[in-house]
Every structure is written in structure tokens, then in C-alpha cells.
């Protein structure tokens, strides 16, 4: 449900502690996103950062692809060789 109307479900709001979606960039030659992870809704579920070349088969980004910033944001980078996707994955 998207109670707000803004587009995001009203779980992946919790799950991220923030109403909008991060979007991905390009960084260095990778997708690279940052996201604010709730840590409430951690303690009972779990958000994944995936990546695919073609939405079809996903992957999870592994966690020496992934840096814990000060603030508890964390920013995932994907390298991909043409093109490539990043999703979070919000579950229970």
C-alpha cells in the first residue's frame, strides 16, 4: 500500500527510514546508491542491495561492495560492463 500516494510503499518507507527512493548514479566507473537503512525495522528484517545486467537475474551485492557511512546511510557500487541495475530488496 502507498498510502502518500508518492509511488513507494508504505513498507520500503519503514524499511528505509525516509519517504523518497535513492536514486543510483555513476561513480567511478560503477552504480553506486546510498540509502538510509531503518535500524527498527532491522531488528526483525533485513534490506538487501542487488544488482542484474538485464532485470532478470538478480544478485546480492556482496559486502566488500558496501561501506557503512558515519551518518548510517550505506552506499553499495556495482561495477557492470555495459548495462546494469541496483535494487533494494526490503523483506520480514
Known amino acids: ?25 555513476v561513480q567511478n566507473g560503477a552504480l553506486t546508491l546510498s540509502y538510509m537503512p531503518n535500524p527498527v525495522f532491522l531488528e526483525w528484517g533485513t534490506l538487501k542491495a542487488q544488482s542484474s545486467p538485464n532485470l532478470v537475474n538478480w544478485t ?4 566488500n561492495q558496501m561501506v557503512t557511512n558515519p551518518d548510517g546511510s550505506v552506499t553499495v557500487s556495482a ?3 555495459g548495462r546494469g541495475f541496483v535494487r533494494l530488496q526490503a523483506s520480514p
Open 60 to 63: 546480492d551485492i556482496p559486502a
Open 1 to 25: 500500500q502507498d498510502f502518500d500516494r508518492d509511488g513507494v510503499p508504505n513498507g520500503m518507507e519503514f524499511a528505509l527510514a525516509q519517504s523518497t527512493m535513492p536514486q543510483p548514479v
Open 79 to 81: 561495477a557492470f560492463s
